[in-house]
């Protein structure tokens, strides 16, 4: 099983402030890595799929980057609206997983 | 634009079955090329892969749940369900259902299970 590692646990960022979360995968997954978003009581939010390709709809503020085992995402100016915790999830083998996500906070 | 929604009882009690279905619309499971998943998230934790189908019946499940899982698909209904036998308090969660093409790009609202007698 592929295990993914996000870092940091927990930020408490202000607004405007740059973001990065990392996943480190246990090993090479290529680009097989998505990111979601999920805000309390809702569902996740596909954010980028395959390590940087965006999706329609989301801010352009997100956005991914890397491959192999070490990806990052990036919030670029950081909104109010972006309080969440934030998931990567690999497809790369089975069974598919998910790292233990990142909780961001608004200062 | 694809909708999903989940449905069935949200109190099963321990050493019973779980069963839920997803109703898709906006887009028919038959059509292929797509993925039909069942996750789950325990109380304030983190996302695991149930398993998932395709429509022709084609099943992968996630090797944890493996003995209790089963996961079928009814096309003519558009619905694709979710059985997990023998439940404990351990499965308590809430459970989503998804559409998987290589990311999870629909999901549906979730629907809390609570397993207690």
């Known amino acids: 099983e592929i295990v993914l590692t996000q870092s940091p646990d927990f930020q408490s960022v202000t607004p405007k402030e740059k973001v990065t979360i990392t996943c480190r995968a246990s090993?090479?997954?290529?680009?097989?890595l998505h990111w979601y978003q999920q805000k309390p009581d809702q569902s996740p939010k596909l954010l980028i799929k395959?390590?940087?390709q965006s999706i329609s709809g989301v801010p352009s503020r997100f956005s991914g980057s890397g491959s192999g085992t070490d990806f990052t995402l990036t919030i670029n100016s950081l909104e109010a609206e972006d309080a969440a915790t934030y998931y990567c999830?690999?497809?790369?083998?089975?069974?598919?997983?998910f790292g233990g996500g990142t909780k961001v906070e608004i200062k | 634009q694809v909708q999903l929604q989940e449905s069935g009882p949200g109190l099963v009690k321990p050493s019973q079955t779980l069963s839920l279905t997803c109703t898709v619309s906006?887009?028919?499971?038959?059509?292929?090329?797509?993925?039909w998943s069942w996750i789950r998230q325990h109380p304030g934790k983190g996302l695991e892969w149930i398993g998932y189908?395709?429509?022709?019946?084609?099943?992968y499940y996630n090797p944890s749940l493996k003995s209790r899982v089963t996961i079928s698909v009814d096309t003519s209904k558009n619905q694709f369900s979710l059985k997990l036998s023998s439940v404990t308090a351990a499965d308590t969660a809430v459970y989503y259902c998804?559409?998987?093409?290589?990311?999870?790009?629909?999901w549906g609202q979730g629907t809390l299970v609570t397993v207690s007698s």
């Open positions: 395959y390590a940087s």
């Open positions: 999830h690999q497809s790369s083998s089975f069974p598919l997983t």
């Open positions: 189908i395709y429509y022709s019946g084609s099943t």
């Open positions: 998804a559409r998987e093409g290589g990311s999870f790009d629909y």
């Open positions: 906006g887009g028919s499971i038959s059509s292929g090329g797509y993925y």
């Open positions: 090993q090479s997954i290529g680009s097989s």
